[in-house]
Nanobody, 128 residues
């Protein structure tokens, strides 16, 4: 089992940047595909980005939602058991609670049901 703790959220003006971090417990972090999702008030939780587990055929590959492609970057540091989400050129519509998630088996997934473990979330608010 793995526990996930997000940090780095906050209030930022449109056009600004934030970097979210997700620290994972456990010694098998590198075996999990990791993802970021977000949930705006009154809306469903939606996919933002994901990165494959180490040792996968497409090790280190990343995938993004169209709405964030070119602005957000997901990365992982297996030595630190941490996954990051660098968010640039933020827009008011990026405002949401951002969740980190871990997928224990298989390749990457872009739906919440594909992930086994979740963090508590961190609030990101982008003002216009």
């Amino acid at each position: 089992q793995v526990q996930l703790v997000e940090s780095g959220g906050g209030l930022v003006q449109a056009g600004g940047s934030l970097r979210l971090s997700c620290a994972a417990s456990g010694r098998t972090f590198n075996t999990y595909a990791m993802g970021w999702f977000r949930q705006a008030p009154g809306k469903e939780r939606v996919f933002v980005a994901t990165i494959t587990r180490s040792g996968a055929r497409n090790d280190g590959s990343t995938y993004y939602a169209d709405s964030v492609k070119g602005r957000f970057t997901i990365s992982r540091d297996n030595a630190k058991n941490t996954v990051y989400l660098q968010m640039n050129s933020l827009k008011p519509e990026d405002t949401a609670v951002y969740y980190c998630a871990a997928r224990e088996f298989g390749m990457v997934a872009t739906t919440p049901s594909g992930y086994n473990y979740w963090g508590q979330g961190t609030q990101v608010t982008v003002s216009s």
